[in-house]
């Protein structure tokens, strides 16, 4: 059949609506927009670095602004409105309320709240919103609803009103919609020292929980995602006893685990989730802003480089380093480069030294052909610094070293 003029026409405007209908269907390109939580309570030089260095590439500051305390009041932070003046973005305040707490004056809270508020307007620094981080269990969510509702009424019309949203909730039927209709907007964590032994973060169970998530909200959502690490202890019996983040454990325990969650696991779900975004994302909120004295978090170059995308530092260099003892050498790791480097999960030395052990939060293992150092859970090796992770007594000298796997 000869093709005429017409007959191409009808065809190519054929293609056209498949096209147009494909790019109706296709997901709308996810805003590359970044909040972060500045959490921390003494408001140090070090922390007016960070937020300087940080800024370029801050949509919002969401800063903790009071936390209730164990008998119920509202405990203010003092927060440094001039630091924040100077990085020029906009400021969330955050009420944080543990969700552990057996009772709660929820009327005199919603008059403090609203108080504390109206002093942010009137004295600075002014808040584009408020959010409420409240980790309370299921049977408590239709009361957080209530309260919420009570919050509400309570601020200046048009306060833009966000909550922390844990991934548990997505388990009730009915009440976790009832809370998500009275806020604008809900932030979904997930990271958590929930199951220690399996670390804070697992990032194909995080893109599972921002799927369900977007299926069950009708409302704008941002996802939490973690810069720090945790040192966890457990007493006697295996229970959870400590967690130390940014200040130490008053009290010691026996069994000790560092945390620390890797920025190439981060960077990956990112990616993964700006190509394929669930319904109703909007952006991120990182928890927390890195700053030179927290020892547990990203360096702020890190960070930068995962919210840009750009490389991240190669695998540490791997170091057989004679000690003055004839035939003993140090294992060691370095990092030559200005980000934090992800440590090996092994390494492996030779067959033919006679003696090895390791130390640095390694542990060794002799096989048949060679030894391994095991690395059980994910660490950072500082920018320019170095690790010793065991030593060696060899009577010929390990070299060339083996590679990190």
Known sequence: MPLTLARLARWCGALLCVALLAACHRAPPLPDAHDVYIWQRAW?????????????????????????????????????????????????????????????????????????????????????????????????????????????????????????????????PLALEAVLAQADEAVLQVHAVKQPRLGLFDAEQARRWAAAFGARTTRPFRIALPTYGSRVSFDAFGNLAAVESEGPALAQHDEQHELSVAPSAVAALLARLKKDPPPHLQGWVWFRLPTAEDRRAWQLQTWRAVVQARPLAPAPALQWRASAEAGLYDVVLANAAALDAELPPVVYAPQHCALADARGGYQLHRQPDRWQFLRPRAGLLPPRSELVIGWLRCDIPPTPPHAPA
């Open 44 to 172: 140090r030089p070090a922390l007016g670095d960070a937020i300087t260095g940080a800024a370029d590439l801050v949509r919002q500051w969401r800063v903790l602004a009071a936390e209730v305390a164990p008998d119920g009041r509202l405990q203010a932070m003092t927060v440094d409105a001039a630091m924040l003046a100077r990085a020029a973005r906009p400021v969330v305040m955050v009420v944080r309320i543990d969700g552990q707490l057996a009772t709660l004056d929820e009327a005199a809270l919603v008059r403090q709240i609203a108080a504390l508020h109206a002093r942010w307007r009137d004295k600075g620094p002014a808040p584009a919103g408020l959010e409420i981080d409240h980790d309370c269990g299921l049977a408590r969510l239709p009361g957080y609803a209530a309260f919420l509702a009570r919050l509400r009424a309570a601020l200046p019309a048009g306060t833009a009103l966000s909550i922390t949203a844990l991934p548990a909730w997505l388990e009730s």
